[in-house]
């Protein structure tokens, strides 16, 4: 079975189908008014594992000069071909990786790591990505991070539920079912396998997905060893996000 992720390379417009629903400029405004300046024209943003970069569209819409970094060269060039985000703004390198493709002057007030795509990353590699960020971050820079509730995945083990997303895309009518199966857990890690099932104009594709769950007090315990600290911010103080998933802020 193939990763999930050598769909959304080969079809990056999939990926962002699949994602349009979020509610780009209430979570984007959220975040502005957590941060320090305040003042979106004195922000500079980098979106992490960015996709089709539309969080880093809506921060530039809304005054801030916004980058993206994200792996697939296939994303990046969908980004940049959809008027998304300028060619010279956004960074192709897989993470962790100390290839060094930021310059070393470009410093950022808001680091984003949205989409539990923190899940793609390992606790060492955490500790990787806070000391990258501490090096590219202007003073009271913050990395927003979105988690899972643990109960959004007990949800999932003792209900089964599936998501469902119907999307008219380029490549035609798409559907996705997530997970089709309960997810299968590791022995030894609290790494979930599921299986995910697409099916493009009626022809049916099974990819695996692949997530590591990190709690909040993970998160938390990473952060204070690298010198920063964490919280989770309330959702009183937040507009746009789901409210099955925690946001945490670890100051940099």
Known sequence: MNDISQLYSKHPELYDAFSTQREFLAECRSLLDLSSPCDPHEITTLELLA?????????NQLGCKAYSLDGSEGMKSYSVAKGLQREENYFVSSLPSDE?????????????LLRYSVGYFTKESIQWLLKWCQRHSHKNGILF??????????????????????????????????????????DT?????????VIINGETHL???????HSYEDIKHLAELMGCRAEIIPPQKLSG????????????
Do not use: C
């Open 51 to 59: 996709g089709p970069a539309r969080h880093s569209l809506t921060f």
């Open 189 to 197: 890690t609290w790494e979930a396998i599921m299986t995910v099932k």
């Open 100 to 112: 060094t493709i930021i310059p070393p002057d470009l410093k950022f007030n808001i680091f984003t």
């Open 207 to 213: 990819y695996e997905s692949r997530e590591i769950i």
């Open 241 to 252: 996000f789901t409210t099955s998933a925690h946001i945490v802020a670890i100051y940099l």
């Open 145 to 186: 991070i979105q988690i899972h509730k643990p109960s959004t995945f007990i949800d999932i083990i003792e209900k089964h539920e599936e998501t469902r997303v119907i999307s008219d895309t380029e490549l035609g009518k798409v559907e996705s079912y997530w997970p089709i199966t309960p997810p299968e857990w590791s």
